[in-house]
């Protein structure tokens, strides 16, 4: 009762808003593992990875289960969960990094202390808000053991429903798991980003995206976000080609869906455009990026976009 209860509070997802600077997926994922849109833009060396020792508890080091007491079974034990849960995700929101720690910590353990297992969703979302919170907070390992421990246990999950009938686990359940597992890619792919490690980074993306367009479709907000991303990982490693691939069918669907980061999307294809040394096209495609960020009030996209511009006036003058 309280693991169905849990997820609620937590919005399975739908309330997961990144504070700036955790770089979250920045449009929604939708179904039991949805996500609001976020703030931000968009290798450790190829390995096998292997779970964290002791899995849940491993990744969560000193973290501790504490024993329930008689009197917190029950109802109160479920309001009391609940405005924990939802204290965290304020916190978190707020940039309260250290306190949202403690009281998603709190809200597992005594999750963990009772009948949930540890490859519960409600567990799996909460872990991947600490992941990302030890990212911002620049403690690496706890936030790669974070990540992994989220993106390994939902592959072994996801691996065991494959096969299980309707009747057992209704489809839309098993959708919400992959799509949780979409999530996870997504933001250890920003996470990568972040921290130069283009060639991991663009695995996660790959996988992330590949994920979206099953589960959602390609013309889903969080699909095209997604490609655009993709598109940057793989222009930064110089594959400039294959990123303008990306980025110009995120474009088009961008314009088609009218994508709330339309502007966006054509800040990241000018961009390579420029690198491409096509700086005709970059220079008509950013100045429509910098009038859709006008018109949207995005101050910050204006900014960068105009930033942007003056860069590609300055290479245009030095190729000539």
Known sequence: MLAAALPRALGRLSALRYPAGLRPPRAVWRGGARGEEGSGRTGFARRRWARPVGGALGFLGAFSLFPRDAEEDGEDAIILLLKRAKMANVAFMQGQLDNAEKLYKASM??????????????????????????????????????????????????????????????????????????????????????????????KMYEKALQI?????????????????????????????DEAYSYVKRAAELAKETQHPEEHMVLNNLAAILMHKKDFLQAKQVYKEALKQAQQKGDVASVQHIQEELAELAKRRKDSK
């Open 109 to 202: 353990s005594y999750l963990l202390s009772g009948d949930t297992k540890e490859d519960d969703n409600a567990i799996l979302e909460m872990s991947l808000k600490l992941a990302s919170i030890y990212a911002a907070q620049k403690q690496h390992k706890l936030a790669l053991a974070g990540y992994e421990f989220c993106i390994l246990t939902l592959e072994e999950k996801i691996a065991k429903q494959k096969d299980l009938p309707e009747d057992v686990l209704p489809a839309e359940e098993k959708a919400n798991t992959r799509l949780l597992l979409g999530m996870s890619l997504d933001s250890y792919a920003r996470y990568l980003l972040n921290i130069n490690q283009l060639p991991a980074a663009q």
């Open 212 to 240: 979206s367009k099953d589960v959602q479709g390609e013309t889903h907000a969080q699909t095209v976000v997604l490609m655009s991303d993709l598109a940057t990982v793989l222009d930064a490693q110089g594959h400039h």
